[in-house]
């Protein structure tokens, strides 16, 4: 085991020893979690459960009645999460691009290959890297390691990262240096947002109550 897969392991541990497992990602089906990856773009989890609910009570849940709902009406039920008339859009792009591509079943699409639903996840516009990973992860249960702006702040932080290092870069050190293991990367970055959210924190981190201090010592 070289250092930099002890120190990536090491972190998990003192993680999980603190705040247990997360039980992410908060959603009754698939699709729900793939709607919700869009929403959460710019914006907090609280604003995206009051647009989820909306699109609930409306019992527009559901691939075909979002596919085929007016731009306006959608843009309207997702209002709580802000910027509504781009995610309206950046929605239709991506159901779109399912009807096209895999006959309008996520099944199709979680059963193709990752790197190919991968691919395709990235042509639909509105549809970047952290989307992508998050559906494929979260929704469809295939090993890609999720990073974004909380795991570069943690981990640049500690060295193990350069500040520059770009969104590939930093998915590398995970995917590298752990077990593909679908379970454990869901895991691994909701722990990360967790001690981000908690102590990391972009001004003013608490490093001396942060349970990666001991990194430090």
């Not at 247990?20 to 709607?35: I, K, R, T, Y």
């Not at 290092?165 to 995917?175: I, P, R």
Request: with cysteine; glycine share 6%; net charge negative.
């Amino acid at each position: 085991m070289n250092s930099q897969q002890k120190q990536v392991e090491t972190i998990y541990q003192l993680l999980f020893e603190r705040y247990g497992p997360q039980g992410w990602w908060p959603a009754e089906s698939a699709f729900e979690m793939m709607v919700g990856a869009v929403l959460t773009q710019n914006t907090s989890w609280t604003n995206v459960t009051k647009a989820l609910e909306q699109i609930k009570a409306a019992g527009m849940m559901n691939y075909q009645s979002l596919l085929n709902v007016p731009h306006k009406l959608l843009a309207e039920l997702i209002k709580p999460s802000g910027y509504y008339n781009l995610k309206a859009e950046r929605l239709k792009n991506l159901l779109q691009m399912i009807e096209n591509s895999y006959e309008g079943s996520l099944e199709l699409l979680f059963a193709d290959e990752p790197w190919a639903a991968r691919d395709n996840l990235l042509q639909v516009k509105g549809v970047g890297p952290e989307t992508a990973d998050s559906i494929l992860l979260y929704g469809g249960k295939h090993s890609v390691f999720v990073v974004d702006a909380y795991t570069h702040r943690v981990f640049s932080r500690h060295g193990l990262v350069p500040a520059e290092c770009d969104y590939n870069e930093l998915q590398e050190l995970f995917m590298d240096n752990l077990k593909a293991d679908h379970q454990l990367f869901n895991e691994y970055h909701a722990l990360i947002v967790k001690v981000a959210k908690s102590y990391c924190k972009k001004a003013k981190p608490n490093c001396q109550e942060c349970p990666l201090g001991v990194l430090q010592e």
